[in-house]
Structure formats: structure tokens, C-alpha cells
């Protein structure tokens, strides 16, 4: 389902210089640096830890944005201060428009009766006009 460009409030990320995070990106989600240098860094998790490749997916200054794709899951990302002093960042989530989210749930309360009618009707084929 397409995300809209409607956002949250956005979370306010601090790296003290030298230092880095882990932060969990949604799909559609947008990383702003506010101000400082930071190099963004995706690998797999293993114990906690975000095991990357040498070479950054992104490097951000200040103002500078980068975006997970609105079709991908969510995506753990290892932040590096890659300067000398604090680096600020906001971590803006897309959020669904309300058609949007009122279809999904229409399509979820379908399906969830369309299981029911299933598991009820005990292996046996339904069709519209009753059990067969």
C-alpha cells in the first residue's frame, strides 16, 4: 500500500561526535541531518549490532536528507558521527492517509470473515449460494 507524504512528528536523533546509533527505519521514512556529518550504514543485525560493509550507503551533512523507499520494510541503519562535534538528525515517518487506512482495514475485516466462513465450513467448498 502507497504511502502518503503526510508525516508524524518527527524524532529527534543526537550522536555525540566519534560515536554512533542504531535506528530502525520504517518504509517511506526520511533521515534530515540537522547539523554535523553522519555516514548511514545497512547490514544485517547480529547480536545487536549492525555488521556493515566498509563503505557507507550514504553520507549526510547538514540539511542533507536520505529516504527509504515507501515499498521496502523496515530497514536497520547503523549512524556514525563521522564528525568532530554533535550531529542532530530528525527521523521523519510517512504515515497512511486516512482513505488509505480505512481500505486496509476493510480489506482485513474481509478477509478475516472470509477465513472464518472457511474454517466453519469444515473442508467442505463454499460458494455463493451455500455449501456444496
Known amino acids: 500500500m502507497p504511502l502518503s507524504t ?3 512528528k518527527p524524532l529527534q536523533i543526537s550522536v555525540p561526535a566519534g560515536q554512533s546509533t542504531l535506528i530502525c527505519m ?7 541531518t540537522v547539523c554535523g556529518r553522519l555516514s548511514l550504514h545497512m547490514g544485517p543485525l547480529v547480536l545487536g549490532q549492525v ?3 566498509r563503505h557507507p550507503l550514504a553520507y549526510l551533512g547538514a540539511e542533507q536528507e536520505w529516504q527509504l ?17 554533535p550531529a542532530e538528525a530528525l527521523l521523519i515517518e510517512a504515515v497512511h492517509s486516512a482513505w488509505q487506512l480505512t481500505a486496509w482495514h476493510a480489506v482485513r475485516q474481509w478477509t478475516s470473515l472470509r477465513w472464518s466462513e472457511l474454517k466453519g465450513a469444515g473442508g467442505r467448498r463454499l460458494t455463493p449460494t451455500g455449501n456444496r
Not at 523507499?69 to 562535534?85: E, I, M, P
Open 26 to 32: 520504517p518504509p517511506g521514512s526520511t533521515l534530515r
Open 69 to 85: 523507499s515507501g515499498t521496502s520494510t523496515s530497514q536497520w541503519l547503523c549512524v556514525r558521527n563521522r564528525g568532530d562535534k
Open 6 to 8: 503526510t508525516s508524524a
Open 51 to 53: 555488521i556493515a560493509s
